[in-house]
């Protein structure tokens, strides 16, 4: 996720006052500070799923750990790294 809004940023600034194909212009204002914030929250809410879904696991919630988050089940059973 973190990516891809990295890669909008970036995108953001390519866009920035470029002239259209078609003549016009166009002016993305968007404050780049809002979307690091929000790249920043996002990568927090995902490390504390990732902790909570492991904390379930260890406590024996196997089937509700299987059956939604089935990436974090794969992880558990093959021994990798559960992050």
Known sequence: MAEILKSLDNLIHDWDGREMADGETTR????CGTIRAAIDKIEGLEADLDSAVEVAWKRGATDWVRMN???????????ENPA
């Open 28 to 31: 993305i204002d968007v404050d």
């Open 69 to 79: 988050y089935p990436k974090h089940y794969e992880r558990f059973t093959t021994g």
